[in-house]
């Protein structure tokens, strides 16, 4: 199947799962002309179409519940339930179970195909597999007030230190309106569990539409703004749909907050799937962290590593056990994770630039925040 009709395929079938926003999916096919990395962002059906063709090498590892699309921009900061300062991978809308190695191979061809790379592409995989297996040795979360207290100026960026967050929420009257009205608000079950989310005492609840993520684009996502002892708080809602995987592979249950509370994190309190849509808090410390621009200069071994060891700690607490996974790495040739890599984001590439030579494309409008 060709990628156009693969993603008009896959398009038709989100339509079942959800209402989707039309001028969304504009915004997305927009997005996915600007660079390969944002294509493989949007593009997660795809990959979990073709994978197995691309590399079947690793479809007979050992299976257990992964992150699927994890890439260089699948994380982020959030406060534990005892207000701790944590980083780790913050989506899990596509979990599934399925070979332990796309995992790693995903993250590892989403740094190749990474704008303004830093690192050599064979060290990078090097690095990856050692971060993995220190993290299988000790899994635990990243505490950026403790532990790993390096990882602060990853995690945090610029944005954070100018309070750029905030600033861009000042502007939310700028971002879509609900069905055309300034005083418009989401179904009723939405204002529910958006109000459910949010402390006693707010006051002038503020609701919008929000447009934003890659592959996500075009679920229905709403938030709410209210005031709240002085200042002002976020919340998220965001229709949950299965997995990509399970769209090629078959279906299988959510395991999206299996592996946001799983034994090794320490866990989003505020992060809940409710009526079949995702809730979260969203904060300056609470947020994904995007590179952007800046990825040369976080393309770093280090914090390259750090990822991997996250992603073990989140493997570690699967199905199959942490011997297996010692066991499956040590039999792999030398050179398996680059290999992959190398021929899954040669792929993702030739996509991309099939995507962008088509015309007739509406592309759309619309921005993110």
């Given at each position: 199947m060709s990628f156009r009709d693969d993603n008009k395929a896959y398009e038709a079938w989100l339509a079942t799962q959800c209402d989707v926003v039309a001028d969304d999916i504009k915004a997305k096919h927009k997005l996915m002309k600007t660079n390969a990395f944002m294509f493989l962002r949007a593009t997660y059906f795809r990959w979990a179409r073709k994978i197995g063709t691309w590399c079947p090498e690793l479809m007979d590892a050992p299976k257990l519940l992964c992150v699927g699309d994890l890439h260089l921009e699948n994380f982020g900061t959030w406060?534990?339930?005892?207000?701790?300062?944590?980083?780790?991978?913050?989506?899990?809308?596509?979990?599934?179970?399925?070979?332990?190695?796309?995992?790693?191979?995903?993250?590892?061809?989403?740094?190749?195909?990474?704008?303004?790379?830093?690192?050599?592409?064979r060290k990078a995989a090097a690095i990856l597999i050692k971060g993995y297996l220190e993290g299988l040795r000790v899994p635990q979360p990243a505490l950026l007030d403790e532990g790993e207290t390096w990882l602060r100026p990853y995690a945090i960026g610029t944005e954070l230190?100018?309070?750029?967050?905030?600033?861009?929420?000042?502007?939310?009257?700028?971002?879509?309106?609900?069905?055309?009205?300034?005083?418009?608000?989401?179904?009723?079950?939405?204002v529910q569990l958006l109000n459910a989310s949010l402390p006693k005492g707010t006051t002038n609840i503020l609701y919008r539409r929000r447009i934003a993520g890659g592959g996500s684009l075009g679920r229905p996502r709403y938030v709410a703004i209210a005031d709240w002892h002085g200042g002002r708080i976020l919340r998220e809602a965001k229709a949950c749909v299965p997995s990509a995987w399970t769209y090629v592979h078959g279906k299988q249950?959510?395991?999206?907050?299996?592996?946001?509370?799983?034994?090794?994190?320490?866990?989003?309190?505020?992060?809940?799937?409710?009526?079949?849509?995702?809730?979260?808090?969203?904060?300056?410390?609470?947020?994904k962290v995007e590179l952007n621009e800046r990825a040369a200069t976080h393309i770093e071994g280090k914090f390259l590593q750090a990822?991997?060891?996250?992603?073990?700690?989140?493997?570690?607490?699967g199905s199959v056990g942490v011997d297996v996974l010692r066991r499956d790495l040590k039999k792999r040739p030398r050179g398996w994770l680059y290999n992959a890599a190398k021929t899954a984001a040669s792929e993702v590439e030739k996509d991309f630039k099939d995507w962008r030579s088509k015309r007739g494309w509406d592309d759309g409008g619309g921005g993110r925040w």
């Open positions: 406060r534990d339930a005892d207000g701790r300062f944590v980083w780790g991978v913050n989506d899990f809308d596509e979990a599934a179970v399925m070979p332990y190695p796309l995992d790693l191979v995903r993250l590892a061809a989403s740094i190749r195909i990474a704008p303004d790379r830093a690192v050599d592409n230190e100018a309070g750029e967050f905030w600033e861009k929420l000042g502007e939310v009257k700028k971002y879509p309106l609900i069905d055309g009205k300034s005083d418009g608000k989401p179904p009723r079950e939405i249950p959510s395991g999206l907050l299996e592996l946001a509370r799983g034994k090794y994190r320490a866990p989003d309190p505020f992060l809940d799937i409710r009526n079949r849509f995702v809730v979260r808090r969203l904060a300056p410390d609470s947020r990822m991997a060891f996250d992603l073990a700690s989140i493997h570690a607490a």
